[in-house]
């Protein structure tokens, strides 16, 4: 049997990434900043938050905690007291959660531990995917999407098929992803549970799809699919790198951040269009809650242009300044200097005006 499949995309992290190296231009803001992202991970820098995270056992996400800056460094002591200690798995989450409070609210120490605490999960047991008989035969493409926890245990559970439900072989990859074991998620080694998204993808053995069919199985996804975020993130991303000006790439994005209010890619992108046209407060709610854990110079230079619009100068400096300093050397030399000439263009706007003295009558 001849097929080939890739599949296991975690929502906090990205769907089927190959473009992990260095971007060429031109390229938009989009695409950029899921390079970076790409470039950051293969490089083993610490994980910016830009991806979904929906970590512990809710029904629905709690709401941010948000702390006062005087606040955080008791918050963070004691919750890092609470996981070096044998919390139980809730205890373990709200102790994570209060991290990620004082990272946000300006503690950098909070940000480093948060980037560190925080492990995938692994497969010990992987999910023994089948290429449908009927799709081979007929040699062809197809798409499941599966959204599923990893328990604290590692047991693979609560799974719904969110794409390709009606595809022949669904009910029989489900029950492989449902019997794969996996090394839990952990928070500074105490294991929680975790959403995972199993994305499948079956492609006939040496067949590639070119750029054009690629966009429109993407664009295929979303028309069968309106609820899948998996399939309008990756519709979004397909635009972000292949097609910008297609005018439904704006609607992409806005969906994504929609369907995935934590995933940072979307919330920095539609952000980055609200900047684009003066709608700085709105692009500022947006990008903020992922500026504090992001390591990403594109989401910094979003916030500083945000910030730079509702004319909070010293802040805007701040993160364009960090946005410049996280460009790696092997990053395009136009990005690197397009950063410094924005960081320029703040400093000579927001410099105080000098005082002009009047001039003394010689007589």
């Known amino acids: 049997m001849r ?20 971007p ?15 470039f950051q991970s293969k490089k083993g820098l610490p994980a910016s938050g830009m991806w979904d995270v929906a970590i512990g056992g809710e029904e629905a996400p709690r709401p941010p905690l948000e702390l006062e800056p005087a606040q955080a460094p008791l918050v963070f002591e004691e919750a890092v007291r609470t ?56 040699g062809a493409f ?27 072989g669904v009910e029989q990859n489900l029950a492989a992803i449902q019997a794969a074991r996996y090394r839990p998620v952990t928070l500074s080694g105490h294991p929680v549970s975790v959403d995972y998204t199993f994305n499948v993808r079956f492609v006939p053995q040496g067949i590639t799809l070119n750029r054009h069919q690629e966009l429109e199985w993407a664009r295929l996804r979303v028309r069968q699919n309106p609820e899948s975020r998996s399939a309008w993130l990756n519709l979004a991303l397909e635009l972000a790198k292949h097609a910008p000006e297609d005018p439904l790439y704006l609607q992409a994005v806005a969906r ?67 946005a410049v300093e996280l460009l790696p050397a092997e990053w395009p030399a136009p990005e690197r200097e397009r950063f410094q000439r924005k960081l320029q263009d703040y400093q000579s706007a927001c410099a105080p005006p000098k005082s002009v003295s009047a001039a003394t009558d010689p007589r």
């Open 3 to 22: 097929w080939s499949w890739l599949f296991l995309s975690l929502l906090l992290g990205f769907t089927g990434c190959a473009h992990s190296g260095v």
């Open 24 to 38: 060429t231009l031109p390229a938009s803001h989009g695409h950029l900043m899921f390079a970076m992202e790409a």
């Open 83 to 138: 996981l070096r200690g044998t919390p139980g798995e809730d205890a373990a989450l709200s102790a994570f959660r209060n991290i990620v409070a004082a990272c946000d609210a300006g503690l950098a120490e909070a940000c480093g531990f948060a980037s560190k605490a925080f492990t995938r999960p692994e497969p010990v047991s992987p999910a023994a995917l089948t290429y449908p008989e009927a799709l081979l035969r007929e």
């Open 142 to 168: 197809a798409f499941m999407v599966f959204q599923c926890r990893i328990g604290a245990d590692g047991q693979v559970r609560d799974c719904k098929v969110v794409e390709g439900a009606r595809l022949p």
């Open 256 to 322: 994504t951040h929609f369907l995935s209010p934590r995933s940072g890619w979307a919330a920095s992108e539609a952000a980055w269009q609200l900047v684009q046209s003066g709608q700085y407060a709105p692009a500022l709610g947006a990008v903020r809650p992922f500026v504090r854990r992001s390591n990403n110079p594109y989401v910094l230079e979003t916030a500083a242009a945000a910030r730079f619009g509702l004319k909070q100068c010293t802040a805007a400096l701040a993160e364009q300044q960090k």
